[in-house]
Nanobody, 124 residues
Framework: QVQLIESGGGLVQAGGSLRLSCATSGRTFSAYAVAWFRQAPGKDREFVAGISMNGASTTYADSVKGRFAISRDNAQNRAYLQMNILKPEDTAIYYC?????????????????WGLGTQVTVSS
């Protein structure tokens, strides 16, 4: 198990940018596939982006392709989600998820480590 702590959320105007950070406490962060999910009020949780253990492979939801970028710094035990050209429909709680020695899953059931989330609100 690894503890995940998200930060970087906030209120931003449409068209703006935010960078989310996912910090971990484990020393084996490089052995975890990491993903970002989000959940808007009244909606199901949805996959946003995922990154492989070594960072060489990334996957994105169609709704964020070209606007969001996932990255990681294994030396710093952190993963990031750079969000650009934000839209009101991006408003949600964003969660970091991780799974040991895994491929990237786009289904949340594939992850057994979750953070508590950070709120992102995009005003129109």
């Amino acid at each position: 198990q690894v503890q995940l702590i998200e930060s970087g959320g906030g209120l931003v105007q449409a068209g703006g940018s935010l960078r989310l950070s996912c910090a971990t406490s484990g020393r084996t962060f490089s052995a975890y596939a990491v993903a970002w999910f989000r959940q808007a009020p009244g909606k199901d949780r949805e996959f946003v982006a995922g990154i492989s253990m070594n960072g060489a492979s990334t996957t994105y939801a169609d709704s964020v392709k070209g606007r969001f970028a996932i990255s990681r710094d294994n030396a710093q035990n952190r993963a990031y989600l750079q969000m650009n050209i934000l839209k009101p429909e991006d408003t949600a709680i964003y969660y970091c998820a991780a799974r040991l020695l895994s491929i990237i899953f786009t289904d949340g059931s594939g992850y057994n480590n979750w953070g508590l989330g950070t709120q992102v609100t995009v005003s129109s």
